[in-house]
């Protein structure tokens, strides 16, 4: 047991579903896109664990970029306010995108990324989200690719973090109410 461990209410999404998962997502990822290579587009920090997995499953070859854009601070709600903290390396025109997400919460800022990689003219652009809440069903953002469907509560691990800890469980937990509230 690891002492992050101690502080999860309850597993949410194993290790062994996450990898079950990552796997099948990769499997139509690589029959979708055919002989055309997938361009990976990592939302930091979180999405970085599920790209990592997903671009070793993916039979296809992939190429790599990042971004980093802000939307919650350290709270456990969305703010709506999206900022670049950093901006892709290379041009994206012409190419096949990807954006990989750990989680769409409100969708706020996966509309924002839509938009604004969109006008840097790639040749096509789809989401891959591990996890979606239900309130992102209202921002109606065009995802292709979904893990799991969760419900609106507040989650780390795999990623997900809260006040940047957390994010190296192998698996997505409920925080233990008093861990944030105190
Ligand atoms: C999280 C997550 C998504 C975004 C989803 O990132 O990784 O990028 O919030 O929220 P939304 O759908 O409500 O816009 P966060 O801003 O917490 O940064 P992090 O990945 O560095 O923790």
Redesign the pocket.
């Given at each position: 047991m690891s002492e992050l461990d101690a502080d999860i209410d309850d597993v949410v999404v194993s290790a062994e579903q996450i990898q079950a998962k990552t796997a099948e997502l990769a499997k139509q990822i690589d029959a979708d896109y055919g002989d055309r290579e997938p361009l990976l587009v990592g939302?930091?920090?979180?999405?970085v664990m599920f790209m990592s997995d997903l671009a070793r499953v993916l039979e296809r070859p992939s190429t790599m970029e990042f971004m980093?854009?802000?939307?919650?601070g350290s709270a456990t709600t969305?703010s709506g306010v999206v900022r670049i903290l950093k901006d892709l390396d290379r041009d994206i025109a012409g190419q096949h995108v990807l954006i990989v997400?750990?989680?769409?919460?409100?969708?706020?800022?996966?509309s924002w990324l839509l938009k604004n990689l969109a006008a840097r003219q790639p040749a096509s652009i789809e989401v891959v989200a591990l996890l979606r809440k239900p309130e992102?069903v209202k921002v109606h953002v065009p995802v292709k690719y979904v893990g799991f469907e969760i419900p609106n509560e507040f989650v780390v691990g795999y990623?997900?973090?809260y006040a940047e800890r957390y994010r190296d469980l192998p698996y997505i937990g409920r925080l233990k109410p008093e861990v944030y509230t105190s």
């Open positions: 939302v930091l920090k979180g999405a980093a854009v802000s939307s919650y969305s997400e750990d989680i769409i919460d409100s969708g706020l800022t996966l992102a990623g997900l973090d």
